[in-house]
């Protein structure tokens, strides 16, 4: 807590020190002296911040982007200019500056260009993006691109857009989460407007909780991770919500196989002049085939349950020209059993202040609360009281979060720091029995972990860009609670018992872990449409999914770093070549980038490892290191009827455990080595769009037996080389197709909006396996066995299929 008040008292004393430098003295302006034109960039159709947006000025070639906010600030000698915003999809404008008096004010609205043009955009990120910006390892998929992708039951999912993009993969379906360049699941920082979303799937995988109607901006950040991010090695996945329409209200939603959608937005507290203050958006889906499948279900099946449900609402209110406050929050639940089953779900919740100190000065502090549960019982709806049982386990996050950014001529700084309070409870049991209650399970575990940082993004010249910075970690494992010293002379790979224990009481520091983060990037302009970059990252990461399943459940258990478990740490180096090209110099865009990671302090688990409501459970894992490597290719076609990408990923993925393997290096459970994706969107005229991807994959490893031996007639599997990861299953591939209907307008005024999607998943039905197992075949051998022929059980492997056919759908979309 000590460090913690020292880091709110630093920042305080900063931000108060640039404010002071940011009031001028009350003197005449000099002709040579340098002045800011700042302001916030909307959409003017609906007045959502646009994200992304390039100011361009046209005499000194300098530029900038807008914030996650829309906001953006530019200083210049004084003169008068000619800014130039761009956003791709949206109308050019240009706006002349008179900067030899005060600061100027410039809030700007764009309006969207033209259906035909719009239609066929991929992404509304300015045109060279890629080759001008600072950002490498970095994906931005556009909703209404992850829109017009085919989808699984015709519904669009932002998690499985970007699947298809180079260095993210899966184990496979029906796997949650997903893989960033040899990371794995846990390893990912998904943020829901800036909030921690620890499972991010519906249905096992199959869905992702982000209602895609509720979703304005997505970010995936692979490398050169800016020292703002922090607490995960691999990815940030950074997902931002709309605001909700300012200008009028408006109600959307959709009608599917499976579920449906209702989004309402609404304009806020108006002023006289009609200007509203604020806005909302409420969006909502629910899930039925359980409804739709009661009729049929008899037997042991009756009465199951599998359905889920989910809220986002976000609102903001502008007080005045340097206030601007949100709100936002996320309740969603998956059911599934019957007289036993389990339900798990997520709850965010985060308030935002954006204050601007200056026109060069801006603040956005957070504040967020997060909770992950789930819920294994054998009873449902609770009918028997008598004999049941039940088990719940649940990972709680609170956390303040202040980040400011200086807007300097050539230089955009960044500085802030976070809190987070972590309260982990590994599990909470209860069991009945002829209405006798016993209670047990696991303690809760706490801890701190509080971070600064402070980056700056330099424009050294017209073709050299740097972007450094530096962020410093400090984590606190807390009481109250119990820690452990283990055997130290037990051989590698086997179960290490406690022998002492010590006993801390509330808020005792346990384990203190500390790490320095820095971060580098740079770029260098070779001319107008191609750049080289690079990029060095140190991340740390102080949580752990405890998880020796083929990919992670929602049962998985989170995990602090301990005095025995010690935090992930990973360094990463990339490197890639930028081009445009085309008719229009940007018709296409095209990348390749090779990256290094080395990973230490990876959690593994013994043979026979027990991971649930196992109070020594640090006895059963294993330390070890990893490394991934590889290169990622990217093309993609921005304009005409015909738009899209290819991406193709070489990849390596190992680990070392001592003690596993042999004390050799092996493959993870998620290495693939080969990776292909194709995304193809063609628009046939207003009315029709289609769109079609293909995805290819290596198939994953798997520890198979190598041989076998007979015990009492039975066949039983043995792995005599112990070995991990000895196979791979067969490789992955699959195709899917979609199809848009836009339906007529009866007049031109009508506000009515409203298409038809249908969808095929997996249009040749291929059946790609998720895991091989093994099992005694009915038939069995006849040999020979001391001169006599003995018929003897044999194994088979049988490949498990989670989609093993096509899947048609069809969705009806509206909007007013």
């Known amino acids: 807590m000590k460090q913690l008040l020292q880091a709110c008292f630093l920042l305080l004393l900063i931000s108060t020190t640039l404010r002071a430098q940011e009031t001028p003295a009350p003197t005449a302006r000099r002709v040579n002296e340098q002045a800011t034109v700042s302001g916030y960039i909307k959409d003017a159709a609906n007045g959502e911040g646009l994200i992304g947006v390039s100011v361009f000025v046209k005499e000194t070639g300098a530029g900038i982007t807008t914030n996650s906010y829309g906001f953006y600030s530019l200083t210049l000698p004084a003169g008068t200019y000619n800014l130039v915003y761009t956003y791709v999809g949206f109308a050019r404008q240009t706006r002349t500056v008179d900067l030899t008096g005060e600061n100027v ?9 033209g259906r035909e043009l719009q239609e066929v955009t991929v992404s509304t990120r300015r045109e060279d993006d890629n080759v001008k910006s600072m950002a490498m390892s970095v994906n931005t998929v556009e909703m209404k691109t992850i829109q017009k992708m085919p989808a699984l039951l015709g519904e669009v999912d932002v998690v499985r857009s970007i699947q298809l993009l180079p260095g993210v993969s899966t184990v496979g379906e029906g796997a949650t989460g997903f893989n960033v360049r040899g990371g794995n699941v846990d390893q990912n920082l998904v943020l829901l407007d800036e909030a921690p979303v620890y499972n991010s799937s519906h249905l096992f995988g199959f869905f992702s909780v982000f209602n895609p109607d509720a979703v304005k901006d997505v970010k995936l950040v692979k490398g050169g991770i800016p020292a703002l991010y922090g607490g995960r090695i691999s990815s940030i996945l950074d997902v931002r919500m709309k605001e909700g329409n300012s200008k009028r209200t408006t109600v959307s939603g959709g009608i599917g196989l499976i579920f449906s959608r209702l989004t309402i937005e609404q304009p806020l507290f108006k002023d006289k002049d009609g200007q509203a203050r604020g806005s909302f958006i409420i969006a909502g889906r629910r899930s039925y085939a359980d409804v739709l499948a009661k009729p049929f279900l008899t037997g042991d099946l009756k009465g199951s349950r599998f359905f889920f449900y989910d809220l986002t609402a976000k609102a903001n209110y502008r007080i005045n020209d340097k ?9 969603g639940r998956d059911v599934f059993g019957a007289d036993f089953g389990f339900n798990w779900g997520n709850a965010t919740t985060s308030l935002r202040w954006n204050h601007v100190f200056s026109d060069k000065l801006f603040l956005n502090t957070t504040a967020f609360y997060s909770n992950y549960d789930y819920l294994l019982d054998s ?24 980040d400011f950014t200086l807007f300097l001529k050539n230089n955009t700084l960044t500085f802030g720091g976070q809190a987070i309070i972590y309260d982990f409870r590994p599990g909470e049991a209860n069991a009945a029995s002829g209405g006798e209650v016993r209670s047990f399970g696991l303690e809760s575990k706490y801890a701190l972990e509080s971070a600064l940082y402070i980056g700056n993004e330099q424009q050294l010249s017209r073709r050299v860009q740097l972007q450094y910075g530096l962020r410093y970690s400090l984590y606190n494992y807390l009481g109250p609670g119990e820690s452990y010293e283990f055997q130290t002379d037990v051989p590698a790979g086997k179960r290490r018992f406690p022998v002492s224990t010590t006993t801390y009481d509330r808020n005792e520091v346990i384990q203190t872990y500390g790490n320095w983060e820095p971060r580098f990037s740079a770029k260098y302009e070779l001319n107008e449409v191609s750049s080289l970059k690079v990029s060095y990252n140190r991340l740390a990461q102080y949580l752990h999914l405890v998880s020796n399943t083929t990919a992670s459940t929602p049962l998985d258990v989170w995990t602090p770093s301990t005095n025995n478990i010690k935090p992930q740490l990973a360094d990463q180096i990339a490197g890639g070549y930028f081009r445009n090209f085309g008719k229009t110099g940007t018709e296409f865009e095209a990348s390749v980038e090779l990256y290094y990671k080395w990973l230490q302090n990876q959690v593994d688990y013994i043979d026979g490892a027990e991971l649930l409501l196992n109070k020594y459970l640090e006895g059963d894992l294993l330390n070890g290191k990893g490394r991934a490597y590889g290169a990622e290719f990217y093309l993609k076609k921005n304009r005409g009827d015909l738009t899209g990408w290819i991406s193709y990923t070489l990849a390596k993925t190992e680990r070392f455990v001592d003690g596993i393997n042999n004390n050799r290096w092996f493959p993870t459970r998620f290495d693939k080595r080969h990776t292909l994706n194709a995304v193809a969107l063609y628009d046939l005229n207003k009315r029709w769009s289609f769109s079609a991807s293909f995805a290819f994959a290596t198939g994953t490893p798997g520890t198979f037996p190598t041989n076998g031996y007979l015990f009492q007639g039975y066949l039983i599997p043995h792995n005599a080389e112990s070995s991990r990861n000895n196979y791979r299953i067969p490789p992955y591939h699959r195709i899917d197709l979609s199809a848009t209907l836009q339906n007529r307008k009866k007049r031109p005024d009508q506000k009515w909006e409203s298409n038809w999607v249908f969808s095929v998943y997996n249009a040749y039905g291929r059946k790609n396996p998720f895991s091989v197992f093994f099992r005694q075949a009915e038939e069995k051998r006849t040999v020979m066995l001391n001169g006599e022929q003995v018929q003897i059980p044999v194994a088979e492997a049988v490949r498990y299929s989670v ?12 909007k007013f």
């Open 105 to 113: 004010r410039l809030n700007i609205e764009l309006q969207e260009e």
């Open 803 to 814: 989609f093993a056919t096509l899947i048609p759908s069809a969705t009806y979309n509206f």
């Open 323 to 331: 206030n601007t406050i949100y709100a936002s929050g996320y309740l």
């Open 379 to 402: 009873d449902l709806k609770r009918e028997n009281q008598k004999d049941f049982f039940n088990w719940k386990s649940s990972i709680i996050n609170y956390s303040v979060k202040p």
